[in-house]
């Protein structure tokens, strides 16, 4: 794992390690909650900056960096649903996947059943973002291999933090402005049936999902959470 130092909400520094080749990130005990906004924005540059490193699955035992003792599956709440990670029962700290990372702070939530009926006149099999499982819509609303619902990366989350965070007082624009989200966001919206963007085409096809992963057949095989990341991330390039 790389240490690397992030801004805390009051002042000074968080110093968390992150593993590009497992996807996770190691927070020390309160960590997580720590974190100013500049430093979420950071940590979603960082995501995409690896966005195409060489990937291998998390052990099924995991073990504590810091005492060494075995990590536990844990799972939380935040307001836009539940959220796993593996916690050192001692205390030391925790393991976050960056799938789980991304759900803790908002970016993701469940569909809606409204959304849900939405997906299925488009699409009736799906790819699990989690384990790569294929997910059938019309009988499933979650995995049956790891339970992970369907899920999508919320276009309207990104939106209010990158604004929080482009409009924060007394610190540079970490990010693009909010006119130049706000093209993206309109290509990536989730929309009601029958909703069209403002050049009459319909939103349908452009659906982001998260907890499952792939939509549309010429989506067929792409991980929609990685292409919800490339299409925010890309924006940020130019803001260095």
Not at 4 to 16: H, L, P, S, T
Not at 71 to 98: E, Q
Not at 108 to 113: E, G, P
Not at 156 to 163: F, L, S, Y
């Amino acid at each position: 794992m790389q240490a690397k130092n992030f801004e805390r909400y009051d002042q000074g520094a968080v110093q968390i390690d992150l593993c590009y080749t497992c996807a996770g990130i190691w927070f020390d005990h309160l960590e997580s909650a720590q974190l100013a906004p500049a430093a979420v924005i950071q940590l979603f540059r960082e995501i995409y900056a690896h966005r195409n490193d060489t990937r291998r699955p998390a052990a099924s035992q995991l073990g504590c960096p810091r005492c060494r003792g075995p990590l536990a599956l844990s799972y939380d709440l935040s307001k836009t649903g539940r959220f796993s990670y593996f916690r050192c029962p001692r205390g030391d700290g925790r393991f976050t996947p960056f799938f789980q990372f991304l759900r803790e702070k908002q970016f993701i939530r469940t569909l809606t059943l409204t959304e849900l009926q939405h997906v299925r006149t488009l699409v009736r099999q799906i790819r699990c973002s989690e384990c790569g499982a294929p997910i059938d819509l019309e009988h499933d609303s979650q995995c049956k291999y790891c339970h992970a619902p369907v899920s999508f990366l919320d276009p309207d989350a990104v939106e209010k933090a990158v604004r929080l965070w482009s409009d924060a007082v007394n610190r540079r624009p970490s990010g693009p402005t909010p006119d130049a989200l706000g093209d993206t966001i309109s290509q990536m919206r989730l929309q009601s049936p029958g909703r069209t963007d403002p050049k009459g085409a319909p939103f349908g096809d452009s659906i982001l999902l998260a907890g499952a992963g792939t939509v549309g057949s010429a989506a067929l095989g792409v991980d929609l959470v990685n292409w919800g990341i490339h299409a925010i991330g890309r924006l940020f390039e130019g803001h260095d």
